[in-house]
Each structure stands twice: as structure tokens, then as C-alpha cells.
């Protein structure tokens, strides 16, 4: 079991940019795939990004594609998503997870999710 924190979110006008953060404890993460997913009100929780247990691959959602990057550190045991370019519709709680599994955007696939934080995106 790894518990996982996210941090970062906040408010920010369409175009803008922020970095969330996704603290992991109890466990090391250089054994997991982490992943980020989000939810947007009214609407399933979907795939956003994944990076491989040593970051060496990474895949990401056509909708964020070229605008959002994730990246791990785990000697910091700890996962980000830089977010450039936001858009109105990315507003969404934003959850960070781990994965036992080697490359997956399929949720059921984690067993390790975050509390989520909040990203809104102003016009």
C-alpha cells in the first residue's frame, strides 16, 4: 500500500500554467507505473497521463498531448504533471494513482489513488 498526496491546484486563467505534485509514502514508488486521471464535474474520471516505473515512457491523453507533462523523481518519491497552456476544460479534480502494472490507462488497474486537488481554469 502507498499512500499518495497531491498538491499544486489551484486557480488560473486560460492560458496559464501549474505544476502538481504527488507526494508518495509508505512505499517507494520506483516499483509502480504512476498515473494521473481527473474528473470533471458531471463527468467519469478519465485518463490523463502515465510514466513507466523508471520514467523512461511515458503516454498521454490526445487531449492534453503537447501541453501537459509528467515526470517522476523517486529518489523525492514523488510525481508531477506540468500543466502549460491550460484550457477551460481542463477544470477538474485532479487525482494522482499507482499502478502495480506496466503501462496502463485503465483506472481499475490502480489501486492506489490520492485525496485529488482542485484545478480551475478561468476564461
Known amino acids: 500500500q502507498v499512500d499518495l498526496v497531491e498538491s499544486g491546484g489551484g486557480l488560473v486563467q486560460a492560458g496559464g500554467s501549474l505544476r502538481l505534485s504527488c507526494a508518495a509514502s509508505g512505499r517507494t514508488i520506483s516499483s509502480y507505473t504512476m498515473g494521473w486521471f481527473r474528473q470533471a464535474p458531471g463527468k467519469e474520471r478519465e485518463f490523463v497521463t502515465y510514466v513507466s516505473y523508471s520514467g523512461g515512457n511515458t503516454y498521454y491523453a490526445d487531449s492534453i498531448k503537447g501541453r501537459f507533462t509528467i515526470f517522476r523523481d523517486n529518489a523525492k518519491n514523488t510525481v508531477y504533471l506540468q500543466m502549460n497552456s491550460l484550457k477551460v476544460e481542463d477544470t477538474a479534480v485532479y487525482y494522482c494513482?499507482?499502478?502495480?502494472?506496466?503501462?496502463?490507462?485503465?483506472?481499475?488497474?490502480?489501486?492506489?489513488w490520492g485525496q485529488g486537488t482542485q484545478v480551475t481554469v478561468s476564461s
Open positions: 494513482a499507482a499502478s502495480s502494472r506496466y503501462g496502463s490507462d485503465d483506472p481499475r488497474n490502480y489501486n492506489n
